[in-house]
């Protein structure tokens, strides 16, 4: 996949509202609201790079795996490093020993799970979880186990039936979201099964575009190789038209002489 700086343009819109909004800018509570659109990003870029490489024959699990642990893994160390001394000196013990649980979720990418159990995300005492913010990086790492596993399962009944069932994983996602968000708020903030929706319309817009991408091809080759046939066709006449005119020509000279 070409580098896209449109998208790394959004990225950073997406980003900036909920770093104002940690930074306690009232103009902007709803904030929050980046995190829903830089998961749409997430899902339309890493569907993008499975459905090429799948397309091309090339996709392989552990090499997919390798490059996000390879993108992630050392960013994500060092702010855990960078963390740890101003716990040590600044925490509460309670605060700490919440601090240390954090320092062993995170790298498992199921923060989102601990944070859930643990706190709600606008209270007080969120402003003492310094990892906090990795809950989004869960949820997104949750999913990408097991999407490509969908993809991989599912890639022989074609990309019509992938995009049928992703919409009814979706409809089922919002739905539940809908209601988990008066009835269970916390659940339907941290956990994957009300957050992919929004990942999943991402996946769904990069395969969209990708199966109208492949009409185009089959269409292009097609033209292609119609042309092909009819100037191969025309060829053919004029030389036999060119070549019977020749040879009777030939004849008529022949027979005068």
């Known amino acids: 996949m070409k580098y896209r700086k449109e998208i790394d343009g959004l990225r950073a819109l997406a980003v900036l509202p909920v770093i104002l909004f940690?930074?306690?800018?009232?103009?902007?509570?709803?904030?929050?609201?980046?995190?829903?659109?830089?998961?749409?990003?997430?899902g339309y870029l890493i569907t993008t790079i499975i459905?090429?490489?799948m397309d091309k024959g090339s996709f392989s699990l552990l090499n997919f795996y390798e490059r996000r642990a390879r993108r992630i893994l050392p960013a994500l160390f060092f702010v855990?490093?960078?963390?740890?001394?101003?716990?040590?000196?600044?925490?509460?013990?309670?605060?700490?020993?919440?601090?240390?649980?954090?320092?062993?979720a995170v790298p498992l990418f199921a923060s989102n799970v601990l944070f859930w159990l643990t706190s709600g995300y606008f209270d007080t005492r969120s402003e003492l979880k310094p990892l906090l913010h990795t809950w989004s990086l869960a949820v997104e790492e949750q999913y990408y186990v097991l999407f490509p596993l969908f993809l991989m399962l599912a890639w022989k009944l074609g990309k019509k039936w992938i995009i049928s069932l992703l919409i009814i994983v979706a409809i089922v996602s919002v739905s539940a979201a809908q209601y988990g968000s008066t009835n269970h708020p916390s659940f339907t903030f941290y956990l994957l099964p009300t957050r992919a929706f929004e990942i999943l319309i991402g996946a769904l817009i990069s395969l969209y575009i990708n199966h109208k991408q492949s009409i185009i091809s089959v269409s292009q080759s097609v033209s292609q190789s119609v042309s092909q046939s009819v100037s191969q066709s025309v060829s053919q006449s004029v030389s036999q038209s060119v070549s019977?005119?020749?040879?009777?020509?030939?004849?008529?000279?022949?027979?005068?002489?």
Not at 24 to 34: E, H, L
Not at 80 to 104: E, H, I, Y
Request: glycine content about 6%; hydrophobic content about 50%.
């Open 22 to 42: 940690h930074a306690g800018f009232t103009t902007f509570s709803g904030g929050f609201v980046g995190v829903d659109i830089f998961f749409v990003i997430s």
């Open 51 to 53: 459905v090429d490489e």
């Open 80 to 104: 855990m490093l960078c963390t740890l001394p101003f716990a040590w000196f600044w925490m509460l013990p309670q605060d700490l020993k919440s601090f240390s649980q954090s320092l062993v």
């Open 244 to 257: 019977q005119s020749v040879s009777q020509s030939v004849s008529q000279s022949v027979w005068l002489a």
